[in-house]
C-alpha cells in the first residue's frame, strides 16, 4: 500500500490544521509552536522553488545516465529487442531509486521523488509503445494499471488523473468496436460511469482509513463532474460523431436524439450550480460556473442570435448588474452564504502555491545595518510561511 | 478544520480552554463564501463589456472619428488619475499602504490607458515622427514618477519593461555595426547595461531608503536580464566564450549574497539554473570533439554535476530556511 509512514502523513495534517488556526488567530504562537514540536514532521519537504530546481536537475542526471547505458550498451545489444529490455531494467532502476529516496531519505514531494515516479512511468509506457505493435485498447489499459499502482502506492493525484482518464480510454475502446449500437449507448455508458464515480468517491471521501488520498479523491471527484457534463454536452457529442465515426453530417443537421443532448446540455450546469449551494461545496460550484460558460458557448456555436460583440456587450452588462446586486443582497449572510472573503483551509489549498509565490515576492526585505539576526516580534514570517514549512 | 484533531491537542494540554472555545465557535459559524466566485463573474462582467464596446467602436470607427476615440481614451485615463490623486495617502519615501482594493486598479488602468493614447498618437498622427526613442521614453519617465508618487510595484514593473524597450530603441540606430553582424551584440551589451543599472537602483532604493521595498523588483529584473545577456554573450561570441566566465561567475557571486541577505528561495534557484546553463554549456564545448570517449564524459559530467546540484539545492534550502 501506501508508501509512506501513515504516521508521519498524519503529523503533517496536524501541522497543517494548526498552521490554520493559527493563520485564522484562533490559537497563539506559543500553543502553534508547542505542537509544532511535539509532532514535529520528519519528512523532507522543501521550498516550492528548490523543489522546481530538484525536479529539473533529477530530470537532467536520468536521461544524462540513459544515454550513458545505452553507449556502453550500444555494442551489445544490437537489436530492438535488446533496446527494449535495456529500457525496461532502467525503468525499474529508476523505481528503485525513487522507493529509496522516499523511504530512507523521507523526501515528500521533494521534487525528486516526482521526477522519478513521473521518469519511471515514462520509461515503461514509452519503451512498450516504441518497440511492441500495442492497440489503444491495450495501451489504455497499461496506462491504467501503472497509474493506478502509482496512485495507491504514492498518493499522487496528478497520477490519479491519469488514472482517471486511461479508465475512461479503455471504456471507450472496448464500446466503439460494437457497430451502431456501440456508438449509440457510448455517451450514456460514460455518462453513467461518471456519475457512479462521483458518487463512490462521495461516499468515501471522508472515511478516515484513506485520509491519506484525500487530494486523489477531489481530482477524481471534479474530474468526474466534469466528464459527466462533457460526454453529453451537445458539441462535444455531434462533432465527435462526425470525426469519429463518420457520420457526414451536413451543416445544420442534428444528431439522432438531439433533442435529450441539447437538455443535458442546458440542465446540468444549473444543476450543479444550485446542488453546490445548497450542499455548499465550492468545488462543484466553480465546475458549474465554468460549465454554464462551456454551455453558452455550444449555443452560440449553432444559433447566432446576434453579432459576437453584442453578445459580449450585453452579456458583460448583464454579468456586472447580476454580481452586483449579489454582493449588495449577500451583505448580510443568507441561507449561511456569505461575501466575505474566505479564510478556509478549501482556499488554503488551492491558493497555496500562489500565496507562496506572492509571499515570496512582496516579502518584506531586511535592510542591511538595521541588526541582523534580530528577528522582531516573533510574528508570523511573510504570510504564506507561517506554518513554517517553507 | 478538524475538531477532532484540537480536541485531542487540548486533551494534550497544548492549547488552552479559550482556544478550543474559540475554535469550536469559529467551526459552528462557519459560512459558505463565494467571496472569490463573484469576483471573478464580476471581473469576466468587465472584461466581456469592454471587449464588446471594443470590438463595436472599432467596428464604427468610421461613424465615430479617431478624435472622439482619442477623447474618451483622454477622459478615461484623466478620471483615473483624478480619482487617485484625490484618494491617495500623502507621499512617503517608505511603504505606503493603499487606501482601498480598487486604488491599485484604478491607477494601474489609468497608466494602460495613458499607454494606450501615446501609442494611438503615434500609429494615427505619426506624432514623434521616426524618433521611436522619444515615443518610449516620454511614458517611461512618467511611468516611474507615478511608481515613486503612488507606489505601486506594477506601475514600477511597466516602467522597468519600457526602459528596457527605450534602451533596445536607443542602441539600435547605430547602424554601422549591422552590417558586421554585431547586430545582437548589441543588445547584449545594452542588456549588461541595463542590468547593471538597475542594480544600481536597487542598491539606492536600498541605502538611501527611498522606496526600499522597490529593491526586489529591480534586483528581480536586473538578474534576469543580466544572465539572459551573459549567457547570449557567450553562445553569440563562440571564440570567446571561456571569458564571458568571468562575468558569469561574478554575477553568481553577487546575486548569491543577494538571495542569503534578503533569504529568497526563488532567487537561489534561478542563480543556480542559469549558472548551471552556463557552466554546463562551456563544459560541453569543451568536451564535445568528434570523439565517443569525451562523449562518455559528457554525460558524466551532467550526472556528477546533476548529483552535486541536487546536493547543493538541499544544502541552500536548509541555510534559507534557518534564517
Known amino acids: ?390 | 478544520m478538524n475538531i477532532a484533531i484540537f480536541e485531542q491537542f487540548h486533551k494534550e494540554g497544548l492549547i488552552s480552554d479559550q482556544s478550543l472555545e474559540r475554535i469550536k465557535k469559529t467551526e459552528s459559524e462557519k459560512l459558505f463564501s463565494i467571496h472569490w466566485e463573484l469576483r471573478t463573474l464580476l471581473y469576466l462582467g468587465v472584461l466581456l463589456l469592454t471587449g464588446g464596446l471594443g470590438i463595436l467602436i472599432y467596428k464604427n470607427i468610421d461613424t465615430i472619428g479617431h478624435q472622439v476615440i482619442l477623447a474618451l481614451i483622454a477622459l478615461l485615463c484623466a478620471g483615473c488619475f483624478f480619482y487617485c490623486e484625490r484618494n491617495k495617502p500623502p507621499f512617503s519615501f517608505e511603504k505606503v499602504k493603499s487606501p482601498n482594493v480598487y486604488f491599485d486598479y484604478i491607477l494601474l488602468l489609468g497608466c494602460l490607458t495613458l499607454l494606450t493614447f501615446i501609442t494611438y498618437l503615434q500609429v494615427q498622427y505619426n506624432i514623434f515622427g521616426d524618433r521611436y526613442g522619444l515615443a518610449t521614453f516620454i511614458p517611461m519617465i512618467i511611468l516611474f514618477y507615478c511608481a515613486y508618487y503612488f507606489d505601486h510595484l506594477g506601475v514600477l514593473s511597466m516602467a522597468v519593461a519600457n526602459l528596457a524597450a527605450w534602451m533596445g530603441i536607443a542602441v539600435t540606430p547605430l547602424k554601422i555595426f549591422k552590417a558586421n553582424n554585431f547586430a545582437d551584440a548589441q543588445i547584449i551589451f545594452a542588456g549588461l547595461l541595463l542590468g547593471g543599472l538597475l542594480v544600481l537602483m536597487a542598491r539606492f532604493s536600498i541605502t538611501k531608503k527611498i522606496k526600499s521595498h522597490f529593491c526586489f523588483t529591480y534586483l528581480n529584473f536586473s538578474m534576469n536580464i543580466l544572465f539572459i545577456s551573459c549567457i547570449a554573450g557567450m553562445f553569440h561570441f563562440d571564440s570567446f566564450y571561456l571569458l564571458w566566465l568571468v562575468p558569469l561567475i561574478a554575477l553568481v557571486y553577487y546575486f548569491y549574497r543577494q538571495a542569503i541577505a534578503i533569504s529568497s528561495f526563488y532567487f537561489m534557484l534561478m542563480l543556480t539554473l542559469y549558472a548551471y546553463v552556463g557552466i554546463s554549456y562551456v563544459v560541453t564545448q569543451l568536451l564535445l570533439f568528434d570523439n565517443i570517449g569525451t562523449t562518455y564524459l559528457a554525460l558524466m559530467y551532467f550526472i556528477a554535476s546533476g548529483i552535486y546540484v541536487i546536493l547543493f539545492l538541499i544544502r541552500m534550502n536548509k541555510k534559507l530556511k534557518k534564517q
Open chain 1, 1 to 390: 500500500m501506501i508508501v509512506y509512514n501513515d504516521n508521519s502523513l498524519d503529523r503533517l495534517i496536524i501541522n497543517e490544521e494548526a498552521g490554520i488556526a493559527l493563520r485564522k488567530q484562533l490559537i497563539s504562537k506559543n500553543e502553534y509552536d508547542t505542537i509544532a514540536a511535539a509532532y514535529a514532521v520528519e519528512l523532507y519537504r522543501p521550498n516550492i522553488f528548490i523543489r522546481i530546481g530538484l525536479f529539473l536537475v533529477t530530470v537532467v542526471i536520468v536521461l544524462m545516465s540513459f544515454g550513458l547505458l545505452v553507449l556502453v550498451a550500444a555494442d551489445a545489444l544490437d537489436s530492438n529487442n535488446g533496446f527494449f529490455v535495456i529500457c525496461l531494467i532502467f525503468a525499474f532502476f529508476i523505481y528503485v531509486a525513487l522507493e529509496w529516496i522516499i523511504q530512507s531519505k523521507r523526501h515528500y514531494r521533494s521534487g525528486v521523488d516526482d521526477a522519478l515516479l513521473w521518469l519511471t512511468l515514462g520509461f515503461i509506457i514509452s519503451a512498450v509503445n516504441l518497440f511492441t505493435g500495442i492497440t489503444p485498447l491495450q495501451q489504455s489499459l497499461l496506462i491504467f494499471i501503472l497509474s493506478l499502482a502509482a496512485t495507491i502506492r504514492f498518493a499522487n493525484s496528478v497520477m490519479s488523473s491519469v488514472m482517471f482518464f486511461s479508465f475512461i480510454a479503455i471504456i471507450f475502446y472496448s464500446i466503439t468496436p460494437y457497430g451502431n449500437i456501440g456508438k449509440h449507448i457510448l455517451p450514456f455508458v460514460l455518462m453513467s460511469i461518471s456519475v457512479i464515480i462521483y458518487f463512490i468517491v462521495q461516499i468515501y471521501k471522508n472515511k478516515n482509513a484513506i485520509r491519506h488520498y484525500r487530494y486523489c479523491l477531489k481530482m477524481l471527484e471534479f474530474l468526474s463532474l466534469i466528464t459527466t457534463y462533457t460526454v453529453v454536452n451537445y458539441f462535444a457529442v455531434r462533432e465527435l460523431s462526425n470525426l469519429l465515426f463518420d457520420l457526414y453530417l451536413p451543416v445544420g443537421a442534428s444528431i439522432p436524439g438531439g433533442w435529450f443532448f441539447w437538455l443535458t446540455t442546458v440542465l446540468i450546469p444549473p444543476l450543479y450550480i444550485f446542488g453546490a449551494l445548497k450542499t455548499k461545496d465550492s468545488l462543484m460550484l466553480r465546475t458549474g460556473l465554468f460549465l454554464l460558460a462551456a454551455t453558452i458557448f455550444t449555443i452560440r456555436y449553432y444559433y447566432s442570435v446576434a453579432p459576437v460583440e453584442v453578445v459580449m456587450t450585453a452579456g458583460g452588462l448583464i454579468l456586472i448588474v447580476a454580481t452586483y446586486f449579489v454582493i449588495k443582497y449577500l451583505r448580510t449572510p443568507k441561507y449561511g452564504i456569505t461575501d466575505k472573503e474566505p479564510e478556509d483551509e478549501d482556499m488554503q489549498d488551492s491558493l497555496q502555491l500562489e500565496s507562496i509565490v506572492i509571499s515570496e515576492t512582496f516579502q518584506k526585505i531586511p535592510i542591511p545595518g538595521a541588526g541582523e539576526g534580530f528577528n522582531f516580534g516573533g510574528g508570523s514570517s511573510g504570510g504564506g510561511g507561517a506554518s513554517g514549512e517553507y
